[in-house]
């Protein structure tokens, strides 16, 4: 379902050979139990005008974490926003449209820390589609 959350339960059902009612319960409990979070569509970001992608560190933190992460969150140019240990306090993946934008919004970051912005180049694991761990018989 990772590879393809639009496949129907019918062709589940024929590529795990397992039955419509056995696949249905199954993905019912796998979302009681929160391991499937949501369904969603991976977007292309060139293709909806976003060229440029953008990992953002941020240090130095100038005022409460609190009113940095409400900016955060109104930012839509920031797709992701990790709060981590170390030097840096937060990195923030962003996506905009041109350099003129990757301007504004370092801009707009600029009073709230120490800004350091990296373009990424490529992306050799674009993502990775995650299955449990398995522990070995011991």
């Known amino acids: 379902m990772q590879k393809n959350a639009g496949i129907t339960i019918s062709d589940l059902s024929v590529e795990l050979s397992l039955s419509r009612p056995s696949i249905t319960e199954r993905l019912h409990r796998l979302q009681e139990k929160g391991i499937i979070e949501e369904y969603s569509a991976r977007v292309s970001m060139s293709a909806v005008g976003r060229e440029i992608l953008l990992i953002i560190q941020v240090s130095g933190i100038k005022v409460s974490l609190q009113?940095?992460?409400d900016f955060i969150k109104?930012?839509?140019?920031i797709i992701e926003c990790h709060r981590v240990t170390g030097e840096v306090s937060y990195f923030l993946k962003a996506a905009v449209s041109n350099m003129n934008s990757m301007r504004l919004l370092i801009d707009r970051l600029i009073p709230y820390g120490n800004i350091n912005t990296s373009t990424v180049l490529s992306s050799p694991?674009?993502?990775r589609y995650i299955l449990?761990?398995?522990k070995e018989s011991e």
């Open 67 to 69: 009113e940095f992460e």
């Open 74 to 77: 109104r930012e839509e140019e």
């Open 125 to 127: 694991v674009p993502y």
């Open 132 to 134: 449990p761990i398995v």
